[in-house]
């Protein structure tokens, strides 16, 4: 359903083609996990509304676990607060450029305290990891693993409070990522070579190796996102 101002405002009226289907059943899932997924899967689009009413209908639960699921994902950056509601976040290449300037500060240093602190399990993890990585050759699998990989270097570096930080900006950038399409494959090749060497340096101890090229790994990833970004709000813009 459309308001006034052209918003959607979504609940139990969301213009989807299944929008009578429930985000939930009533089996005891978490509403906090299925708002979430909707958002970053894009079936939540920058700048729907979210009223509470409506998603304790469609998800078949009381408000207090709505309430809560909206707020604390308004607390990590996927909602904005309104007078009634809440409204999914847009993006905006500044605020992507922020993050990452974040993310980049926090992994570079997370990847060197890898490279002092990783024991003999974490050299084994990352060993094996890159074994798997090298027989896949699906994109989405390649994708996927790639999330693994930099969960495996963060807790190589065995600092839990770097590590939970670069969750919540993890999910941050996930929303950046919904709607944009980028040369999928190419990004995933050079990626794995770039793993591949920030791996070495952790396991050769090279402190100073392994923060600077997770720090060029993610610069160069980061150019990418906002680039796509960039070019797609201008051809939105166009008439």
């Keep these: 359903m459309m308001n006034a101002m052209g918003t959607r405002v979504l609940g139990a009226d ?60 308004a607390q990590e950056g996927l909602l904005e607060r309104l007078p009634r509601g809440f409204r999914v976040r847009r993006s905006s290449p500044e605020e992507l450029l922020d993050i990452y300037e974040a993310r980049i500060t926090l992994e570079s240093e997370i990847a060197a305290l890898a490279a002092e602190r990783h024991t003999p399990m974490d050299a084994a993890l990352l060993k094996a990891l890159e074994r798997r990585i090298s027989e896949l050759t699906d994109v989405e699998e390649l994708h996927q693993v790639s999330g693994t990989w930099h969960v495996t270097i963060r807790a190589a570096g065995h600092n839990g409070t770097i590590s939970e930080l670069l969750t919540i900006l993890d999910t941050r950038i996930q929303l950046y990522s919904v709607h944009q399409q980028t040369n999928e494959r190419e990004i995933v090749s050079v990626t794995l070579k770039e793993h591949a060497a920030i791996v070495r340096a952790v396991l050769g101890r090279d402190r100073t190796a392994a923060h600077d090229l997770m720090r060029d790994h993610l610069s160069r990833i980061r150019d990418v996102r906002v680039a796509v970004l960039l070019q797609r709000q201008d051809t939105s813009a166009r008439p």
Aim: charge should be negative; charged fraction near 30%.
């Design 14 to 73: 969301i213009d989807h083609t299944d929008a009578a289907e429930p985000l939930a059943d009533a089996a005891g899932k978490n509403p906090y996990s299925e708002i979430r997924h909707a958002i970053l899967n894009g079936e939540f689009a920058p700048d729907d509304v979210l009223l509470e009413t409506k998603l304790t209908s469609r998800l078949a639960v009381s408000r207090t676990p709505i309430r809560e699921a909206l707020g604390r994902l």
